[in-house]
Antibody
Framework: QVQLVESGGGLVKPGGSLRLSCAVSGFTFSDYYMSWIRQAPGKGLEWVSYISSSSSYTKYAESVKGRFTISRDIAKNSLYLQMNSLRAEDTAVYYC??????????WGQGTLVTVSS | DIQMTQSPSSLSASVGDRVTITCQASQDISKYLNWYQQKPGKAPKLLIYDASNLETGVSSRFSGSGSGTDFTFTISSLQPEDIATYYCQQYDNFPPYTFGQGTKLEIK
């Protein structure tokens, strides 16, 4: 069955960096676009970034552009989000999700990132 | 960016009630709208895609309709396990993909 498992979250100081990982299984990873979506505590959902199946295209929300980088390793069946220059407003649960025709049809369980001094 | 506005923000209903949530887009998005269910502490789950298509394995008491700027999500007969927050999401014009602010559904 399809599984997505995020890791790498934690507590980081403002201005710091963190790298999130998402290990996937149960489907052909190289066939799908993938996204990161976040949810601040008690708030709604915010799409953060996506990467094309071949890694040729990446897109970012304006709120993270220039600070976050999405990547994938087909051989390791893994998706990544490198987050630099973190701010308090980046505090959220970060989900990886599989893109399918504009929808997000499978999601991981999420990993919490807390940016605080 | 396309703004998605859901109403109501919260809703209290009784078991067996018909429940309706609306989602309005700031511009025409054709049929390019999805609905998700998020239970507390869990990841969202895709329920409806392309405005009216039921995701495989999802209960038929959930349905969606609409096109253009106005969309409706309906639960035909509310069950206790339907307690959750529901989100709409557009994909007509991306990036960014945008979500509604959510509708929190509670049992009366």
């Amino acid at each position: 069955q399809v599984q997505l498992v995020e890791s790498g979250g934690g507590l980081v100081k403002p201005g710091g960096s963190l790298r999130l990982s998402c290990a996937v299984s149960g489907f052909t990873f190289s066939d799908y676009y993938m996204s990161w979506i976040r949810q601040a505590p008690g708030k709604g959902l915010e799409w953060v970034s996506y990467i094309s199946s071949s890694s040729s295209y990446t897109k970012y929300a304006e709120s993270v552009k220039g600070r976050f980088t999405i990547s994938r390793d087909i051989a390791k069946n893994s998706l990544y989000l490198q987050m630099n220059s973190l701010r308090a407003e980046d505090t959220a649960v970060y989900y990886c999700a599989r893109n399918l025709n504009g929808s997000f049809d499978y999601w991981g369980q999420g990993t919490l990132v807390t940016v605080s001094s | 960016d396309i703004q998605m506005t859901q109403s109501p923000s919260s809703l209290s209903a009784s078991v067996g009630d018909r429940v309706t949530i609306t989602c309005q887009a700031s511009q025409d998005i054709s049929k390019y709208l999805n609905w998700y269910q998020q239970k507390p502490g869990k990841a969202p789950k895709l329920l409806i895609y392309d405005a009216s298509n039921l995701e495989t394995g999802v209960s038929s008491r959930f349905s969606g309709s609409g096109s253009g700027t106005d969309f409706t999500f309906t639960i035909s007969s509310l069950q206790p396990e339907d307690i959750a927050t529901y989100y709409c999401q557009q994909y007509d014009n991306f990036p960014p993909y945008t979500f509604g602010q959510g509708t929190k559904l509670e049992i009366k």
